[in-house]
């Protein structure tokens, strides 16, 4: 999962750091992610059993808010900034995310909530990008 955000984000890659910055933050988010995805045998977690502190982490932390950032140079920042349709800015979340197109209805609810937002439309991607990331699609498939 932790693969998944980075991926989905290019969080690492938000700011003005160096290489080795970017690295060592990489490093401090994935011990982050040890601390609370670890299981009793050390092994590779093959399933999200949903704990407090997971769910607390994938709502709160440091790696989750780069990654739903819109400071210049993120990813959502560069891909929703710049012209282009609504609807395709909304297909773009989808498949960083969760790596499929919206449904119908999907793309309804997405819509009409981005309509609430006015003129601060960013804000809203933003919103959109931290509920997929949050999604049980995204905990499970990724």
């Not at 499929?100 to 999907?106: F, L």
Request: negative net charge; aromatic residues 10%; charged residues 20%.
């Amino acid at each position: 999962m932790y693969d998944s955000l980075i991926v989905a984000s290019n969080a690492h890659q938000s700011g003005n750091g160096s290489w080795s910055a970017q690295e060592e933050q990489r490093r401090r988010w994935m011990q982050q992610f040890v601390v609370a995805f670890d299981n009793d045998e050390n092994d590779e977690s093959t399933t999200f059993n949903g704990t407090i502190p997971q769910a607390l982490m994938m709502m709160n932390s440091e790696l989750i808010d780069k990654a739903c950032s819109v400071e210049r140079g993120s990813f959502l920042f560069e891909q929703m900034s710049s012209p282009g349709a609504e609807t395709q800015k909304i297909n773009d979340l989808y498949m960083a995310a969760l790596t499929r197109r919206p449904t119908r209805a999907e793309m309804t609810k997405m819509q009409k909530a981005l309509a609430r937002y006015g003129a601060a439309k960013l804000n809203g991607y933003q919103d959109m990008f931290w509920a997929l990331l949050n999604s049980n699609e995204f905990i499970f498939i990724h």
